[in-house]
């Protein structure tokens, strides 16, 4: 039995008496909704990822429906996207009354596979959002290159994937640049950047980001911050139906120093991932996340599918009670319930498919990833004691809990 101790959360944000001073600025300067914090804030996430445009908004979700609109995502459109995401990427679409087309992911890396993207286009087909899954680059490439053979346009759902990179040609270029049209940053505290809810869109397009700032405020022409500024009388007039999705100041105030320590952040969540792969070495069919030569993961999870025969649910169980967080492996859009079989296609025609519910046989390998997968806990303040009891319980958990040992659940 591994040595029991204090219990091990599965993320923790990193935040100290810097972001608690930062928040202070706004809070006491008289202004601490969007404002002077937010513009400097987004200037200085542009220089981060090497992109001419950036535009702070409340969340990652709320960054995605913005971007799904402003590249044209109307009703009655299809987007393709993975099923195999958290919800919020597939809510985005129906948000616009578009219809998410499923499509697998490649088991190696729990990335869409763009081999599979082609053959579900249709005349319907308005955009790709492909996700940066638990920080590790998609072939955006590769998506690129197929949407402009098609016109359509390039979403890149990379709420977990801040300070990750690709390397093309030789090159090693930051997600975020970006490589699609738009990309979508997150900032919830599971992420390894937070600003307690937080999200950013980044492009290279002027006309995208002028919506952006549109859709974020209401759709108001001019922004309070210019009023408030000016010596005349301004009357700001609304030229579309837009949200509130603004961030506030204060927000943006402690998200200006947590990119201040984002090398500090990867560069230990790369070496834990190390530490990581070598301690799993020891657990015989686990597989450690899969890196792709051109591609750099900021490792925002860490993520290990069990030995084929093992109980996933028995194991995080026995984790828990063992005092560690797990996770299981990224969830299915398409087996919520919140996903009936209308609002959702795998690029079988409707009435064409007899696939059970819950089992897509065009979806297997995201099925299997999240049955199969489990998150290990990875945070910046992880110690390497805490990383060996994780191990050492994960081998406990997966030797009581294989075929013809599990007593504990069979659902
Ligand atoms: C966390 C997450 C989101 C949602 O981000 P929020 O900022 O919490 O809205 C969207 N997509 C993916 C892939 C995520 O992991």
Same mark, same amino acid.
């Given at each position: 039995?591994?040595?029991?101790?204090?219990?091990?959360?599965?993320?923790?944000?990193?935040?100290?008496?810097?972001?608690?001073?930062?928040?202070?600025?706004?809070?006491?300067?008289?202004?601490?909704?969007?404002?002077?914090?937010?513009?400097?804030?987004?200037?200085?996430?542009?220089?981060?990822?090497?992109?001419?445009?950036?535009?702070?908004?409340?969340?990652?979700?709320?960054?995605?429906?913005?971007?799904?609109?402003?590249?044209?995502?109307?009703?009655?459109?299809?987007?393709?996207?993975?099923?195999?995401?958290?919800?919020?990427?597939?809510?985005?679409?129906?948000?616009?009354?578009?219809?998410?087309?499923?499509? *697998?992911? *490649?088991?190696? !890396?729990?990335?869409?596979?763009?081999?599979?993207?082609?053959?579900?286009?249709?005349? &319907? !087909?308005?955009?790709?959002?492909?996700?940066?899954?638990?920080?590790?680059?998609?072939?955006?490439?590769?998506?690129?290159?197929?949407?402009?053979?098609?016109?359509?346009?390039?979403?890149?759902?990379?709420?977990?994937?801040?300070?990750?990179?690709?390397?093309?040609?030789?090159?090693?270029?930051?997600?975020?640049?970006?490589?699609?049209?738009?990309?979508?940053?997150?900032?919830?505290?599971?992420?390894?950047?937070?600003?307690?809810?937080?999200?950013?869109?980044? !492009?290279?397009?002027?006309?995208?980001? &002028?919506?952006?700032?549109? /859709?974020?405020?209401?759709?108001?022409?001019?922004?309070?911050?210019?009023?408030?500024?000016?010596?005349?009388?301004?009357?700001?007039?609304?030229?579309?139906?837009?949200?509130?999705?603004?961030?506030?100041?204060?927000?943006?105030?402690?998200?200006?120093?947590?990119?201040?320590?984002?090398?500090?952040?990867?560069?230990?969540?790369?070496?834990?991932?190390?530490?990581?792969?070598?301690?799993?070495?020891?657990?015989?069919?686990?597989?450690?996340?899969?890196?792709?030569?051109?591609?750099?993961?900021?490792?925002?999870?860490?993520?290990?599918?069990?030995?084929? *025969?093992?109980?996933?649910?028995?194991?995080?169980?026995?984790?828990?009670?063992?005092?560690?967080?797990?996770?299981?492996?990224?969830?299915?859009?398409?087996?919520?319930?919140? /996903?009936?079989?209308?609002?959702?296609?795998?690029?079988?025609?409707?009435?064409?498919?007899?696939?059970?519910?819950?089992?897509?046989?065009?979806?297997?390998?995201?099925?299997?990833?999240? *049955?199969?997968?489990?998150?290990?806990?990875?945070?910046?303040?992880?110690?390497?004691?805490?990383?060996? &009891?994780?191990?050492?319980?994960?081998?406990?958990?997966?030797?009581?809990?294989?075929?013809?040992?599990?007593?504990?659940?069979?659902?």
């Amino acid at each position: 039995m591994a040595e029991p101790g204090k219990f091990i959360p599965i993320a923790k944000p990193t935040l100290d008496e810097r972001e608690a001073d930062a928040a202070r600025r706004p809070i006491l300067s008289g202004w601490v909704t969007q404002g002077p914090e937010v513009a400097q804030f987004e200037r200085e996430f542009t220089a981060l990822v090497g992109a001419e445009h950036a535009c702070a908004l409340s969340s990652c979700t709320t960054a995605l429906h913005v971007a799904l609109l402003t590249v044209g995502v109307r009703p009655g459109d299809e987007v393709i996207t993975a099923s195999h995401s958290f919800i919020a990427s597939a809510n985005s679409i129906r948000y616009c009354g578009a219809k998410p087309v499923f499509v *697998d992911i *490649d088991p190696a !890396t729990y990335n869409i596979d763009p081999g599979r993207i082609e053959e579900v286009i249709t005349p &319907r !087909t308005r955009a790709i959002l492909c996700i940066h899954q638990m920080g590790l680059p998609c072939d955006v490439r590769a998506i690129v290159e197929i949407a402009r053979r098609h016109n359509l346009r390039v979403v890149e759902d990379a709420a977990c994937a801040i300070g990750s990179e690709v390397c093309y040609g030789g090159r090693s270029e930051i997600i975020g640049r970006p490589h699609g049209d738009i990309a979508c940053f997150s900032f919830h505290p599971r992420k390894v950047l937070t600003t307690g809810d937080g999200g950013m869109l980044t !492009t290279s397009n002027a006309e995208y980001d &002028r919506r952006f700032r549109l /859709y974020r405020q209401h759709g108001m022409t001019v922004p309070d911050t210019v009023r408030h500024a000016s010596k005349q009388v301004v009357f700001e007039s609304y030229a579309e139906l837009g949200f509130n999705y603004r961030m506030t100041d204060i927000q943006a105030a402690v998200g200006r120093e947590q990119l201040k320590r984002l090398p500090e952040l990867i560069k230990r969540r790369r070496a834990l991932a190390q530490r990581y792969r070598k301690l799993l070495h020891d657990l015989p069919g686990a597989i450690p996340p899969h890196e792709p030569d051109w591609a750099r993961s900021n490792f925002q999870s860490y993520c290990v599918r069990l030995p084929g *025969d093992c109980n996933q649910r028995a194991v995080m169980q026995y984790m828990l009670d063992a005092g560690i967080a797990t996770r299981r492996g990224v969830m299915c859009a398409h087996r919520e319930p919140a /996903y009936a079989a209308d609002d959702w296609s795998c690029g079988v025609p409707p009435g064409e498919c007899d696939c059970p519910p819950g089992r897509c046989a065009r979806l297997r390998e995201s099925e299997r990833a999240q *049955d199969q997968a489990i998150v290990l806990p990875l945070f910046h303040g992880m110690t390497e004691a805490e990383q060996d &009891r994780v191990v050492a319980t994960l081998r406990d958990a997966v030797h009581s809990a294989s075929a013809g040992r599990s007593s504990t659940d069979a659902s």
